[in-house]
């Protein structure tokens, strides 16, 4: 073959070569990316099982309560308990406490060994399935992100059927963030009380048991966050994306109750500190880190002591709240 000959073949080597190269790189690519997308699935893809019957309910604990269906934003169907005291103990002030439940299969059952201590003390109650878990509709859970919705729809429910009543979150991990996000956005919100929450969206995703394969490896941890938000949708990951932390501060415009376990094994010391400076130094006189517990261990561990700090928190912000609305009566 001659030199002009192998020159004029040349050209056609060259473009073959590059649109092997560009054909490995968009395979590989498309492989990391449906890796990362399996690993975003993986991560929120829940259904917890339906309530069954002789499944617990509030009149197990002696409290008449009412079925009542919610619906978040998105169109999501959730189900609630709406608890109301006896007439005899019931508040002046008419209280509502909406109760969030952490990433537990029991969904809102997992609150009713707290509940009867709030209902004793005169408070209306509401609790309610997160979506995917218990009665509520849903296939996925995102650990307080999209459960905003279902929060809000559960304060919304409660000032229509308590109209004029006070409010205040008691949330427990998932229910615990998703309680200061919703707090930070509704200033109606008298207090809140949070258990174990997260301080960030990447703690929250992987920083739990089942994704340590995920984290450790920064690409496949940023591919896979950037799955997460195209399944989620909402401006997660943006800047819109308001973080538990960033929520902390606003939220605590209003008095703030951080509970944390001393040993708790997901949400480390150091992380801890900083949602309860976040929420500030009146509020820090609240936190409570209970000893030798860990993850959601304060309750089990020590469930008087929480019943009493809890009760204390509500009752007194309850009553900053009736003196600051009540007008000043007018001089003779």
Request: one cysteine or more.
């Amino acid at each position: 073959m001659n030199d002009a000959r192998r020159f004029r073949r040349r050209p056609w080597a060259f473009a073959a070569a590059f649109l092997l190269f560009v054909g490995a790189v968009l395979t590989i690519y498309g492989i990391a990316w449906r890796t990362a997308d399996e690993h975003a699935r993986a991560m929120v893809e829940h259904r917890g099982p339906a309530p069954a019957p002789g499944d617990p309910t509030p009149a197990d604990s002696g409290m008449r309560y009412t079925e009542v269906p919610l619906g978040a934003r998105d169109g999501t169907k959730l189900a609630g308990w709406w608890i109301i005291p006896e007439d005899g103990v019931r508040r002046p002030d008419l209280a509502v406490v909406v109760l969030a439940h952490a990433a537990d299969e029991r969904g809102k059952a997992s609150l009713l060994s707290l509940a009867p201590a709030l209902h004793q003390a005169g408070y209306i109650l509401l609790l309610f399935d997160f979506r995917s878990y218990g009665g509520s509709e849903g296939s996925a859970t995102t650990y307080g992100f999209l459960e905003q919705q279902d929060l809000d729809a559960a304060v919304r429910l409660a000032r229509e059927r308590a109209l004029g009543a006070p409010i205040a979150l008691l949330g427990q991990g998932m229910g615990a963030t998703t309680a200061l996000l919703v707090a930070a956005q509704d200033p109606g919100i008298v207090c809140t009380v949070a258990d174990s929450p997260w301080h960030s969206w990447d703690e929250a995703f992987f920083h739990r048991p089942g994704v340590d394969s995920i984290t450790g490896n920064f690409q496949v941890e940023t591919m896979t966050k950037r799955a997460l938000a195209k399944r989620i949708g909402f401006g997660f990951g943006t800047d819109e994306a308001r973080e538990p932390l960033i929520a902390a501060p606003l939220a605590a415009s209003r008095p703030v109750m951080v509970i944390y376990g001393e040993t708790d094994e997901f949400i480390p010391f150091h992380y801890q500190v900083k949602i309860v400076s976040a929420v500030g130094t009146p509020n820090a006189t609240w936190a409570w880190r209970a000893p030798g517990t860990g993850h959601l261990g304060a309750y089990p561990s020590a469930p008087d002591e929480y019943r009493a700090r809890v009760l204390e928190f509500l009752d007194l912000s309850m009553a900053a709240h009736r003196d600051s609305t009540v007008a000043p009566s007018s001089a003779p």
